[in-house]
Every structure is written in C-alpha cells, then in structure tokens.
C-alpha cells in the first residue's frame, strides 16, 4: 500500500476526529485484508509529527491515541476565534486536583491534611463530573474512607500518555503557583498509585468551579493555555 495514501488517511482521520484515535481504530480506516501493521501506522505517525515541527499544530499522543492539536505557545493567539469566557477553575480545585493525579490513590482526608482546610464537596463534584478522577476503592481504616485517582480522560485532556509525564512537583513548586506541601502522610496498606486508571461512564461536563474555599476571582485560574503553573500540560485544543 502506498505510504503517501495511509500518511494521508492517517492525517485526514485525526483531523476529523473529536478525540483522541487509537492505533486499532486507525487500522479499521483500511480495506479489509489490507490494513497497515503497527509498525507501519507508528511510522506514518512518526512523519506526519515530523513535518508538523515548523508548522502551527502538533500531533501528540495521549493515553487514549494521536490527536493533531494547535500549538501550546499559539493557545493565546488562536483563542480569539472564540470570545466567549473560557471555562475557569479555581487555584483550590487545581490544587486538590494536583494531589490527587502526584499521590493516587488517596482520601479526601489526606487531601485536607496536605492542603490545611477542608476541601468544598463542589470541587470533588466538578473533578468527578469532568471524569478526571473517580473513586477507584476505599481505605482500609475505620469509616472505608473512598480513594480518589485520575482516569484516562484526565491525561486525554491534559495531553499526557502516561502519569509518568506529569512535571515534578519540586517544577510546580518553583512556579510558584501551586501551593502544594510534600509532607503528605504516607500512603498506608501498601496501595501504589495506578499507571493510568479506566474512567467509569462520564457524569457530564461541569460548570465553572469557581467557588471553592480560597473563593474568589483573584484566585481563579484559566483550564486553557497555561494553568496551575502547568499542572500538567493543559491542552492547545479548544473543548466545546
């Protein structure tokens, strides 16, 4: 099969695409009998992220598959095809949700305990709601406090593959825009945090959480083209 036609399929189905498309479902674009190998699709991939280098979209893969997406140092710009106020999330909501992604799976207790004030329930409603994190079991102490982790679509939207490529938290630290403290009690029972969980079905998107405990404007933090100091990476795609 000619290379130039699957590079060219390859690139019209990203672009196409509302999300992140995985290699099989990238294979099943192809006749019967005469789809490309994965080695062939990485390939293809490979060259269409090389051409993409001097150009104003990337092609970046994501725990879900590829997606072609605009510049992170072109968001500010193109944002101003879209006027309308971007969806905002308060620094206590980024920073509850950064514990949670660093320190998985953990109580909301904990949370509280690194951060020093209660966490508002709206936050864990918003961060759930988004499918970002989900309660993936329960500590084995007195009440079975639940454990909250990421899920899938958190490093979808993040533009991460794995957890590995979360920034160090000494990096967020220095930015100084999450005021994280790394004296969090250790995790008990032996639980590890998860490479990359499943998200369970989504519950909806989320209205702005803006009102948290830190309350506040002055406090509010944009979830588009730089966020949380680069929490992680916040995607330089648009989301409807």
């Known amino acids: 099969m000619n290379e130039s036609y699957v590079k060219n399929v390859i690139e019209a189905a990203l672009l196409a695409a509302g999300s992140p498309v995985s290699l099989a479902d990238l294979a099943r674009l192809f006749p019967d009998g005469a789809a490309p190998e994965p080695a062939e699709l990485r390939a293809q991939l490979a060259r269409l ?73 709206n936050i864990i409603r918003t961060v759930i709601e988004r499918n970002w994190v989900r309660v993936v079991g329960h500590r084995d102490v007195p009440g079975h406090p639940e454990l909250l ?51 369970e079905a989504s519950g909806g998107d989320a209205a702005d959480a803006g009102d948290s405990e830190d309350g506040g404007d002055e406090d509010e933090l944009s979830a588009q083209g730089g966020t949380s100091a680069e929490l992680v990476a916040a995607p330089a795609h648009r989301e409807d």
């Open 49 to 121: 992220a090389a051409e993409y280098e001097e150009r104003g979209i990337e092609l970046k893969e994501t725990a879900s598959g590829w997606r072609i997406q605009v510049r992170r140092e072109l968001a500010a710009e193109i944002s101003r095809l879209w006027p309308e106020r971007t969806t905002r999330y308060s620094r206590a909501l980024l920073e509850t949700l950064a514990l949670i992604a660093y320190r998985q799976p953990i109580t909301r207790a904990e949370i509280e305990a690194v951060r020093g004030v209660a966490v508002n329930p």
């Open 149 to 199: 982790g990421t899920t899938r679509d958190f490093l979808d939207y993040f533009g991460l593959k794995t957890l590995d490529e979360l920034p160090p938290l000494a990096q967020l630290q220095a930015m100084g825009e999450v005021n994280l403290q790394l004296a969090l009690p250790a995790q008990a029972d032996g639980a590890e945090a998860p490479e990359a969980l499943e998200p």
